[in-house]
């Protein structure tokens, strides 16, 4: 089992970044390829970036390509989502996730403020 804890959500104007953490906790957390989801209000969960167990492979869904990146640390068992040049409607609960298992984060708040 894998518990997913976020952090480093908050309120930003548009243009600035954040940077997410997912700390896991278990010894197999480099095992397992990651990813990050958001939540808007009034709108479904989607896909936002993943990443391979190794950290050799990633994926960004279109609406953040050139201004997220998404990494990991396997010793640290971290892993970081870095958002630059926000926008207004980057504004969600983001959420960590197991890519293969339904292991889930509580989320955190991005406001982006126009």
């Known amino acids: 089992q894998v518990q997913l804890v976020e952090s480093g959500g908050g309120l930003v104007q548009a243009g600035g970044s954040l940077r997410l953490s997912c700390a896991a906790s278990?010894?197999?957390?480099?095992?397992?390829?990651m990813g990050w989801f958001r939540q808007a209000p009034g709108k479904e969960r989607e896909f936002v970036a993943s990443?391979?167990?190794?950290?050799?492979?990633?994926d960004y869904a279109d609406s953040v390509k050139g201004r997220f990146t998404i990494s990991r640390d396997n010793a640290k068992n971290m892993m970081y989502l870095q958002m630059n040049s926000l926008k207004a409607e980057d504004t969600a609960v983001y959420y960590c996730k197991t890519m293969n298992y339904n292991y889930w984060g509580q989320g955190t708040q991005v406001t982006v403020s126009s």
């Open positions: 990443i391979t167990w190794s950290g050799s492979s990633t």
């Open positions: 278990g010894r197999t957390f480099s095992s397992y390829s």
